[in-house]
Nanobody
Framework: QVQLQESGPGLVKPSQTLSLTCTVS??????????WSWIRQPPGKGLEWMGA???????YYKPSLKSRTSISRDTSKNQFTLQLSSVTPEDTAVYYC???????????????WGQGTQVTVSS
């Protein structure tokens, strides 16, 4: 059974960089042909796919977030990381990491999810 767990600070100041890590157990992030994504849900809004890193290390980003987003991985720790720069209060959300069997920007098509972590952007 694959398990994902998000970790990182719950409070980030405006203009700073948000950094979250997803630790995966029960399966390798390098296994063909899985996609590992970050998805967020702002308060009162729907799920938003932010970007993904593939089993081979390729990355894909939502166009509107691409200039501020970076996803990387540490295969030795079986982790992948989200960095979102220049945050504003509009980046306040519950952030999830998730695994998909195919590349998709539709959150509902991901089969394994972390429990989510609340990140608040505030001074």
């Amino acid at each position: 059974q694959v398990q994902l767990q998000e970790s990182g600070p719950g409070l980030v100041k405006p203009s700073q960089t948000l950094s979250l890590t997803c630790t995966v157990s029960g399966g390798s992030i390098t296994t063909n042909y899985y996609y590992w994504s970050w998805i967020r849900q702002p308060p009162g809004k729907g799920l938003e796919w932010m970007g993904a890193i593939t089993y081979s290390g390729s990355t894909y980003y939502k166009p509107s977030l691409k200039s501020r987003t970076s996803i990387s991985r540490d295969t030795s720790k079986n982790q992948f990381t989200l960095q979102l720069s220049s945050v504003t209060p509009e980046d306040t959300a519950v952030y999830y990491c998730a695994r998909g069997e195919v590349f998709t920007t539709h959150p509902n098509e991901y089969d394994y999810w972390g429990q989510g972590t609340q990140v608040t952007v505030s001074s």
